[in-house]
């Protein structure tokens, strides 16, 4: 993918009107495909916005399920902040739960042992 490509996707992402709660767990084959489309829009906006590297967020990020659970509770909570009828502090409650989730982000990506070339899939 070309990273020039990525960025003006990222600069180019607007949010969705409603927060969408997403379990995974009930997902057809089809609809799993769609959100994966539509979170990866979010992680690529997210991780030019933060500056994230691979160490944090895996390119294969898509393969691993505890990221993609990861990231989609971010994605939900952060569309939440930034409704019209969000606390004037609920934009800071997410940047204080970034903070954690990216700890875990970075634990489970250095466990997963993927690389920025390479995918190690889980056993």
């Known amino acids: 993918m070309n990273p020039d490509d990525d960025l003006a996707r990222a600069l180019a992402?607007?949010?969705p009107t409603d927060p969408c709660v997403i379990c995974?767990?009930?997902l057809d084959p089809t609809s799993t495909t769609e959100e994966l489309e539509r979170l990866a829009d979010w992680v690529t906006?997210?991780?030019?916005r933060y500056?994230?590297?691979?160490k944090v967020i895996p390119p294969c990020w898509s393969h691993h399920g505890a990221i993609v659970e990861e990231l989609s509770a971010l994605r939900t909570?952060?569309?939440?902040c930034y409704q019209p009828d969000a606390a004037p502090s609920d934009p800071l409650a997410f940047h204080r739960d970034l903070t954690l989730a990216l700890r875990r982000l970075r634990d489970w990506s250095s466990l997963l042992g993927?690389?920025?070339?390479?995918h190690r899939p889980e056993i």
Request: proline share 4%.
């Open 45 to 48: 906006w997210a991780t030019t």
């Open 77 to 80: 909570f952060w569309e939440a």
């Open 51 to 54: 500056n994230l590297d691979h």
């Open 13 to 15: 992402f607007t949010p």
């Open 24 to 26: 995974w767990r009930d």
């Open 114 to 118: 993927c690389s920025r070339m390479n």
